[in-house]
């Protein structure tokens, strides 16, 4: 059942809410619906999958594109199951305990909840080299999203940069939507990316996407070891120059699809005061976090693809649910799917030459127009905002923040609300709506 | 088959399946040209999942509507940055 | 090492405007922050240069100050964002019209220029004010500045003159000839300034000079939305209350077209986490004055601590106690504006000779005309 919400100020209440609706968020609602809890989900997209598997079919709509047999089980145990979905609303803030304010395009709900399973998901990395910043650069996984949100890929020359594994779904569906892929280059050694390879073969629904990958992707180059140093064009991007570290080949080219991995999502946790490890949200074996009742789901735990991602939301949501029982029933697929999760850390770290890639005057803060050289000379990542405005755009660190802790070691700093540029009007909206509307409010 | 949307783009009319963004409508219709930086330089959208802000046009006379995230509807104008 | 003349306690921008006042003179300095310079209050704060007109000795020290930064304005980087916008105190009604009839004459008999906007002017000057506004006064001598990169070009001006900076060094306790530091160096000093805001009563207990947070909240950019600093009247209110929380409207254009809201102010409020109760309000006033402001995207919240004293004005002068401490805090919401007139008092008692104003209602030693804070 889907409410798009468009009226302003309204209230909704949940026992257990779970923000984001990709494979975690659809896992969590889906388990905690299996109680008599009253689920709701709430995402900024206009339908479940998040970005792996972004468009989903809504309940009678037709596929666009053939979907994987996991995705469209999921989505039918998630459409079918008693859950309230709240679509294109972004979270912004929490005014207070028990309540997430979050706003649409036209207006702004309230959203009060007993207990909260995070599912935010992760974003790209983004690291800047000269060029990056032409029309036509755009993360791996943007070229995906756009191209499954309708933009036009036929025919187009494409060139697949960066690293990790979701290069090689990027360019498999390119492929299919009938995009000319004309190299994927992928910055780990080759080396590391064979023994990973080798070690897909202990997860066979893994070695099997993997080989069916192989297979699909004959023909197209796929160079390890091998990294974007420049883009080039006049307004928008022309060409791609990469190198193994010896020789530099310049490609003529119509779309860079360039991401570095995966950040986690972790502003809302942050700023719910969620206790972190190494910038992933910390949770205890029924995935709850350091907050009492807030939990946590997927890609914020840790990158580790689908499969821990369906795992870690199952299990939060049965134990955001009451139901422990279930929730255990899962640890051991937990801990196999974990297990990938490592090899994959230590499979794409990123090499050292990619921290030299930015000349002085390439910008690092695209909101603000940063250079480089001008943050080279700050200590930290406050001092650097403060006297460059690096970071203080609307994005709020979310493209450079990664960037400036690859190439300075910076780590973020603590969260403030608002977690999205919001309209005043909507925290305005959010404050008047009392949790319990029989209290006294001045 | 998927009913078409019609809305504007920077004044000229466009047509595109249901379902389709803001965003890949603007590439659909050529244009590469989003919005410009601080200095002016061109920027087009960069990670598709509206955490960037690089997409950012102006949507029924709306500033700063990040289009990777909108669905088209019928009548909409959108303009980018001149 | 020689023991430098003075050290200064806290790199903000009265710190740094000390720093530089001394250097100017030739004096050796030492500048020791522990945390970032220009990050406490000076990140917080607004940046709007006012001279104010709510008694006569903060009208002497803001309008001598203005007038520093003004003459200052053509050396300063362009990061620094000097901007001559400015401000316009709204009136809602017939009388706080009278009330600017009233600033016009203290204004014009000190000699500071300023104009009457009636309701047609100020919805000429500020089209996005709502309608039915009574009018108001502008100041066109007003100005803007982005204060971080201001008191950071205060030091390195500063240290070009010799004078070194410490950062990231905590000072633990003032000793009768210099500073005691965390780590337990000491550093011994002819002078020692506490220009350390908020924490100054921590070095120098007895200090009545006590936090008082506001919030801020920052719009994404519509250029030309708003063209002065604009201020209601009530400001003056809500900024003279010794025990409420209380919100004001005040915004504030940015060259980069942002739009810069406040201004709010509690007391005993100890955490600087964004309270979006405060948050609310202080928008929702704003909005009373700007209504279309609800439409806006806000991209940014935080808040600061101004340091408070009981009577609005900064202690700028020796500390009765030990004649070789001085105090340089207490500026409250005036100490972007005030920091530069601060520099220069103190650069003069230090060098023995008269101000160009008197100084005698910012000493240390004075009795506070409110005795009580509550």
């Known amino acids: 059942m889907i409410k798009q919400v468009t009226r302003a100020s309204q209230t909704q209440h949940f026992d257990v809410l779970v923000a984001g609706a990709g494979p975690a968020g659809m896992a969590a609602a889906y388990a905690a619906a299996q109680s008599r809890a009253r689920v709701g989900v709430v995402d900024d997209n206009s339908g479940p999958g998040g970005q792996i598997w972004r468009g989903l079919p809504v309940a009678g709509e037709t596929p666009v ?23 294109g ?63 036009p890929i036929r025919g187009a020359r494409v060139v697949i940069a960066g690293t990790g594994p979701l290069l090689l779904a990027v360019a498999d569906y390119m492929r299919h939507a009938g995009a000319r892929i004309l190299l994927i280059a992928e910055q780990a050694p080759a080396n590391r990316v064979r023994r990973f390879a080798t070690k897909l073969l202990r997860h066979p629904a893994k070695a099997w996407q993997a080989a069916k990958l192989r297979a699909s992707l004959a023909g197209v180059p796929y160079r390890m070891g091998t990294w974007p140093i420049a883009a080039g064009g006049t307004d928008k991007l022309e060409w791609v120059e990469v190198t193994e570290g010896k020789k ?169 609300p608002p977690i999205f540029p919001a309209r005043l009007e909507s925290f305005i909206a959010a404050a008047r709506i009392a949790r319990d509307p029989a209290a006294a409010r001045q | 088959m998927r009913q078409m949307i019609a809305l504007q783009i920077n004044g000229a009319p466009i047509a595109v399946p249901s379902g389709t963004t803001v965003a890949a409508a603007v590439l659909s219709s050529g244009v590469k040209r989003f919005r410009r930086a601080v200095h002016g330089e061109p920027r087009a959208a960069l990670c598709g999942m509206g955490t960037c802000f690089e997409c950012r046009v102006a949507i029924d006379g709306k500033a700063h509507a990040r289009s990777c995230q909108v669905v088209c509807a019928e009548g909409m104008e959108v303009r980018c940055d001149d | 090492m020689a023991a430098p003349d003075v050290v200064v306690i806290g790199a903000g921008i009265v710190g740094a405007a000390c720093a530089l006042a001394c250097a100017r003179e030739g004096l050796s300095v030492t500048v020791i922050e522990a945390d970032l ?33 003004r003459e200052l304005s053509g050396e300063l980087p362009q990061n620094a964002e000097y901007t001559p916008y400015g401000t316009i105190w709204v009136a809602v009604d017939g009388e706080e019209m009278a009330h ?41 001598g007003d100005a803007v500045v982005y204060p971080p990169c201001a008191a950071r070009y205060f030091i390195e001006t500063a240290e070009r003159r010799g004078t070194k900076l410490q950062i990231g060094r905590r000072v633990v306790e003032i000793l009768r000839d210099g500073v005691q530091l965390e780590d337990s160096t000491r550093i011994s000093a002819g002078v020692v300034v506490n220009a350390a805001g908020s924490w100054a009563p921590k070095l ?28 209601e009247l009530g400001y003056l209110k809500s900024a003279h209350s010794l025990s409420a929380d209380s919100v004001a409207f005040n915004i504030q254009p940015r060259l980069t077209g942002q739009l810069l809201i406040g201004s709010s102010r ?38 600061g601590f101004r340091a408070a004293t009981p009577d609005k004005l900064p202690l700028i002068g020796p500390w009765p106690e030990n004649d070789r401490l001085f105090l340089a805090t207490g500026h409250e919401g005036l100490g972007i504006t005030t920091s530069l007139a601060t520099g220069a008092l103190l650069a003069d008692q230090l060098m023995g000779r008269a101000s160009r104003i008197p100084h005698a209602p910012y000493l240390p030693g004075r009795t506070f005309q409110h005795a009580e804070q509550t």
């Open chain 1, 65 to 87: 594109h053939a979907l994987p047999k996991q995705a469209a089980e999921w989505n039918a145990r998630f459409s079918n199951a008693k859950i309230a979905m709240i679509f």
């Open chain 1, 248 to 416: 530099t080949q310049r490609i003529a080219c119509d779309y860079l699809a360039c991401g570095f991995h995966l950040v986690p999502n972790t502003e809302l946790a942050a700023l719910l005061g969620c206790q972190m490890d190494a910038g992933c949200v910390h949770v205890d074996d029924l995935q709850e976090t350091s907050v009492e009742g807030v939990y946590c789901a997927g890609e914020p735990t840790g990158i580790g693809g689908l499969e821990k991602a369906l795992v870690e939301g199952e299990i939060a949501g049965y134990a955001a649910a009451g139901d422990t029982a279930r929730a255990r029933q899962h640890f051991t697929a937990r801990a196999v799917a974990r297990g990938f999760a490592s090899a994959l850390e230590e499979t794409f770290a990123l090499r050292a030459e990619l921290r030299s890639l930015a000349a002085p005057e390439t910008l690092v803060c695209r909101c603000e127009d940063v250079p480089l050289k001008s943050l080279e000379r700050h200590k930290s990542w406050r001092d650097a905002k403060l006297q460059t405005r690096c970071g203080m755009g609307p994005c709020q660190g979310r493209v450079c923040g990664p960037a400036v802790e690859f190439l300075f070691g910076w780590s973020p700093e603590s969260v403030r």
């Open chain 3, 100 to 140: 600017v009839a009233g600033k016009r004459e203290f204004y014009a008999a000190r000699g500071v220029a300023t104009e009457i906007l009636d309701q047609r002017a100020l919805a000429e000057a500020e089209p996005h004010l709502r309608a039915g506004l009574a009018g108001g006064l502008l100041v066109p």
């Open chain 3, 266 to 303: 509690q007391f005993g409020a100890e955490d600087s986490s964004v309270e979006h109760s405060m948050l609310v309000r202080m928008v929702a006033r704003a909005g009373e004055f700007m209504p279309e402001i609800g439409g806006l995207l806000a991209t940014r919240a935080w808040t």
């Open chain 3, 37 to 69: 310079a220009g990050g406490g209050a000076t990140a917080a704060g607004m940046g709007h240069l006012v001279v104010m007109d709510d008694s006569e000795a903060q009208f002497s020290l803001t309008r001598y100050s203005v007038e520093l930064w």
């Open chain 1, 89 to 151: 609303a972004k979270v912004f803030a929490h005014p207070e305990p028990g309540i997430l304010a979050a706003e649409t395009w036209q207006g702004s709900v309230v959203l009060d909840f007993r207990k909260l399973v995070l599912a935010t998901g992760a974003r790209e990395r983004f690291l800047p080299f000269p060029g990056w910043t032409l029309p036509g650069v755009m993360g791996a996984g943007g070229l995906q999203a756009l191209v499954k949100s309708g933009m």
């Open chain 3, 204 to 231: 120098t207990p007895g200090v009545d000079v006590r936090p008082r947070k506001g919030h801020l909240v920052i719009t994404d950019r519509y250029p030309g939305f708003v063209r002065h600093q604009l201020v």
